[in-house]
Each structure stands twice: as C-alpha cells, then as structure tokens.
C-alpha cells in the first residue's frame, strides 16, 4: 500500500514572497513517482511539477520546485515569487508504477496568496 | 496530452433518482479513472479501467457503477444517490510519456 500525507491543512503567503508546502510519502516500491497538482477554487486540478524517484536532480519548472529526499522519503513543494493565481488547494500524489498508474492523494494544503 | 471532456459541468438530481456522469478522452490511451472528491478533501478512487479491464476500489459503494463501451469513452452510474454522494467527480486518464494524470474539468453533483 502507498500513502500520502500532507501535515499542512492551510497555509499563507504574501504576494512576492516564497512558501514551502510539505508532504511524507511511503511506498515500499523503488521506482515510483510524485507529483504536485494544483486545484483552484471550482477548477480544473492540473499538474504542477514531477519527480520521477531514480532521478537525484530535483525538478523545477519555473517558479516552482520541488526538495525531494528519498531517504527521508519527503517531498516538498516550493513556490517563489508567489503570485494572487497561485491560490489553490495543493495537492501532493504519489503513483508506484505498475499497469495500472494508480495515483494516490494526501488529503491537500490550501494556500492562500495574499495581496 | 489528452484532453478529457465531462460532461455535464454541474448536474442537479433527486434523491433516488439514477443518474450518469459521462467522460471521454481525444487519444485513445488504455486506462482512465473516475475520482470522487468531497468538499475540501483529496480525491478518492473509485474505479479504474485498463483496457476493458474493469477495477472497482475494494470499498467503492455498490450504488456506484461503471461502463466503458469504448476506448474513449466511460460513465459513471449512480443507481440511487444519497445526500452523502453529492460531491465532485474527476475523470482522468494517463498522461502521455508520464505517469501523471491529466484530469477532466470534473462534473459537480448535487442531490436535492
């Protein structure tokens, strides 16, 4: 079994400056892949930024990067330069391969961007 | 990637009253999944299709059903909703070179 948990239900920011959101993870597969998606308000939930766990190099698109320790079995999310856009429910997934890609959820941190 | 159409975006019926939430996908890939999301909670897998190969949660209420006659399209059937089933439900399916989802707009249930 596959589990997510994200220990931050809400979180804030000010416009213009940096937040981290966390997530744990524990799988008992060594190749396995995580991802942070991105729920707005009564929206469609997109994807944020990927980690495949084989790779060292932490991913990073744009504003948004990720710390990935795969020991700690942590993956945390980082957005910088927040912007009022990025108010959403963040949530963390992990999908330890296999046929069918079933995806797992931690149950969301909703970040607040404030003005 | 795929893009996931559902259909309708918000859906209003009466208790006890089947209903059928549709989805379909533009490029034919295997596998697609139905999520049930709850006012500010993660989304919960209830059922996923590989193939024609039908899988149901282990504790995916019998009230809820699936068909998939093809490969781009998929249903959900709710044969008699509960006030306890209003929620929002998320059709996905894999994304192309990854092993993320590409999720549908998601189509918001509501029982009266």
């Known amino acids: 079994a596959q589990t997510v948990t994200q220990s931050q239900p809400e979180m804030s920011v000010q416009e213009a400056e940096t937040v981290t959101l966390s997530c744990t993870y524990d799988?008992?597969?060594?190749?396995?892949?995580l991802f942070w998606y991105k729920q707005p308000p009564s929206r469609q939930m997109i994807l944020v930024i990927r980690?495949?766990?084989?790779?060292?190099q932490n991913a990073t698109e744009n504003r948004f990067s990720v710390n990935f320790q795969k020991a700690a079995k942590s993956f945390s999310l980082k957005i910088s330069d927040s912007q009022l856009g990025d108010t959403a429910m963040y949530f963390c997934?992990?999908?330890?391969?296999?046929?069918?890609?079933?995806?797992?959820f931690g149950k969301g941190t909703l970040l607040t961007v404030n003005p | 990637d795929a893009m996931v159409i559902q259909n309708p975006r918000y859906q209003v019926t009466q208790f006890g009253k089947p209903v059928t939430l549709s989805c379909s996908q533009t490029l034919n890939h295997n596998v697609m999944y139905w999520y049930q999301q709850k006012s500010s909670q993660a989304p919960k897998l209830l059922f996923h299709?590989?193939?024609?190969?039908?899988?149901n949660e282990a504790d995916t209420p019998d009230n809820f059903q699936s068909r998939r006659p093809n490969t781009s399209f998929c249903f959900l059937d709710i044969r008699s909703p509960g006030l306890g089933d209003a929620a929002m439900y998320l059709c996905?399916?894999?994304?192309?070179?990854?092993?993320?989802?590409?999720f549908g707009s998601g189509t918001r249930l509501t029982v009266v």
């Open positions: 997934a992990l999908n330890s391969g296999g046929s069918n890609y079933k995806l797992t």
């Open positions: 299709y590989y193939d024609k190969d039908f899988n």
């Open positions: 799988t008992s597969e060594n190749n396995y892949y």
């Open positions: 980690q495949e766990a084989y790779k060292q």
């Open positions: 996905a399916t894999k994304m192309s070179g990854s092993y993320g989802y590409t």
